[in-house]
T-cell receptor
Framework: EAQVTQNPRYLITVTGKKLTVTCSQNMNHEYMSWYRQDPGLGLRQIYYSMNVEVTDKGDVPEGYKVSRKEKRNFPLILESPSPNQTSLYFC????????????FGSGTRLTVV | DQQVKQNSPSLSVQEGRISILNCDYTNSMFDYFLWYKKYPAEGPTFLISISSIKDKNEDGRFTVFLNKSAKHLSLHIVPSQPGDSAVYFCAASETGNQFYFGTGTSLTVIP
């Protein structure tokens, strides 16, 4: 089944403790992206990647890092999480930038206390 | 500052009638627009897209209309079905890489 898999689905952590949210897609998509969803703000793009080793900042990149060493994986790294990063995170992939919609993962609900 | 706005947080429609969801944008450089549907505890699902060279795109019961002069797009669902009850997001892009989403409209289709 074609899908984007995020792990974990739920995570509670403490301020300052580094964490990684993994994202993997099995559709050989070149394009991947991370979003966060917050009440009243919709989905906001954190980072995107157009291919292996090619990443760029989205709308709200502060406090996040990403890497794209392989085509299928696009982990999101929070080096020093803070409470304002408590949010619902979505990873997404697409065959290309235009003409194709994203396939989204099921989401990771992160709480930073 | 929100570049894509969905001013109606919620909408209720009778089954079989038309649902019209609206979206406004501020950036005149946006040239690619999409609609997504989201059920609780799931990621958004791509529905339909339109590029700025068109003013209408149709896919089954779903039609997206684009009015570039008004910077407005809308999604029409005809006929509406109870399974269409979900949150609908519009999104827009200038480059095709960076996408801006609206805050969503929760549609309830009443049987």
């Amino acid at each position: 089944e074609a899908q984007v898999t995020q792990n974990p689905r739920y995570l509670i952590t403490v301020t300052g403790k580094k964490l990684t949210v993994t994202c993997s897609q099995n559709m050989n998509h070149e394009y991947m992206s991370w979003y966060r969803q917050d009440p009243g703000l919709g989905l906001r793009q954190i980072y995107y990647s157009m291919n292996v080793e090619v990443t760029d900042k989205g709308d709200v990149p502060e406090g996040y890092k990403v890497s794209r060493k392989e085509k299928r994986n696009f982990p999101l790294i929070l080096e020093s999480p803070s409470p304002n990063q408590t949010s619902l995170y979505f990873c997404a992939s697409s065959r290309g930038a235009r003409g194709y919609g994203y396939t989204f993962g099921s989401g990771t609900r992160l709480t930073v206390v | 500052d929100q570049q894509v706005k969905q001013n109606s947080p919620s909408l209720s429609v009778q089954e079989g009638r038309i649902s019209i969801l609206n979206c406004d944008y501020t950036n005149s450089m946006f040239d690619y627009f999409l609609w997504y549907k989201k059920y609780p505890a799931e990621g958004p699902t791509f529905l339909i897209s339109i590029s700025s060279i068109k003013d209408k795109n149709e896919d089954g019961r779903f039609t997206v209309f684009l009015n570039k002069s008004a910077k407005h797009l809308s999604l029409h669902i005809v006929p509406s079905q109870p399974g269409d009850s979900a949150v609908y997001f519009c999104a827009a892009s200038e480059t095709g890489n960076q996408f801006y989403f609206g805050t969503g409209t929760s549609l309830t289709v009443i049987p």
